[in-house]
C-alpha cells in the first residue's frame, strides 16, 4: 500500500503535469539573443577586433509562434552578390511570425567588408574567400573570425542550411540548386526536395564520399554537410546583378522551401511543365597561366569533349595557352574574364545524369 508522503506526491505530480505541458515554448537562443515564440528580431553579431579590425553579420531571426525546424539562410558569403542579399531583406519583411511554425535565421549579409567594399570572391581586409576557410578561426584572420561565428552561431543552432549565391563580378551563371548527397552528407533525399521547391533549370548533386573533399578548402555548404545538416546551394545571377527578376526567383525558393519543411500553410506553386536538368557533380577547367582571357562563349551551354573554351593571352598579346572542354557536359558557370589568374577556374562543367 502507497504511504501518504507518497501518495500526496503521486497526486502533485497528476496535478502538475497538465500545467507543464502548457508551459509556453522558450525563446529561441542565438548569440546571446533570446526570440520570443511568434516574434521577430533584428540584431548584428558582433565579430570582434583581431589584428585587422572589427566588423559584423546582420542577422534577422524569426521566431514562429509553434516550435519546428530551424532554418538558416545565408546571403552575401560573397558580398558582390547582391540578388541573394536583396532577397533576404525582402524575406525579413515577408515571413510572418505568427504563420509560421519552427525558425526562420536569415543572415542578411555574411560579407559586411565585401559588400560594402563592393569586392568580388574577397573580404578585401585580409584577401581571403569566406567560402573557402571554414570552420574558420577566432584567432584569425577577419574572414576567420566571420567563419567561426557563422559556423557556431547559425549552422550549429539549424536543421537545413541554405547557402544563396549568384554569378560574381564578372562570371556567367545558369541558375541552379546544389545539393549534398553521398556517403557523408545529411538527409538527401529532404534536401533534394527543398532544392525541387526552387523551380530552377538546373539541379547538380554534390555526392560527398571523404573527408578530405569536405575540408580543403571548406565552403559554408561543406561546413554544413560537417555539422549534420541537410545542406543546399542556391545560386541565381550573374556579373554581380541586382536583377528583380532573380530576387523574386530566390524568395518564391525559400518560401517554397518553408512549405515543404512544414514550417509554412501556404501551398506549394504548380509545378513548371519543364523539369530540371539533372546533373551528377562538376568538373572545372583551371587557367594555367595568367594574363587576359578570350572566352569563345561566356554564356551556360551544353559541351562537347575537345571543344575550344577560349584563349589566354599574356600582356604582349601572345597566345599563351588554348583551353577545351575535358568532357562532354554543361557549362554551367564560368569567368567571362578578361582578367584571369592562374589557378582560377575558368568553366564549371556540369555533368548529365538521367536521375538521381
Ligand atoms: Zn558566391
Redesign the pocket.
Known sequence: MMSLPRLFLALLLLIAAPALAASPPEPFAIAGHGVAPGTRADFRIPVPSGSDGATFIPVTVINGRQPGPVLAVVAG??GF?FASILAAERLAERVDPARLTGTLVLVRVANIPGFEGRSPNVNPVDRKNL?RVFPGHPGGTQTERIADLIAREVVARSDFLMDV??G?GAEFLDAFVGVYGGPLATDFPLALKVAQAFRFPNIVRYSMESREQIDRGRSLNRQGVAMGKPTILVEIGQNGSREEAHVAAIVAGVEGALTVLGMSPAPLPEPKAKPARLFEGTVSVSAGHTGVFHPVDATPRPLKKGERLGTIRDYTGREVERLVSPVDGYALYGITGPPVEAGDSVVTIALPTEAF
Open positions: 558569403v560573397h552578390e567560402n549565391h549568384s560574381d
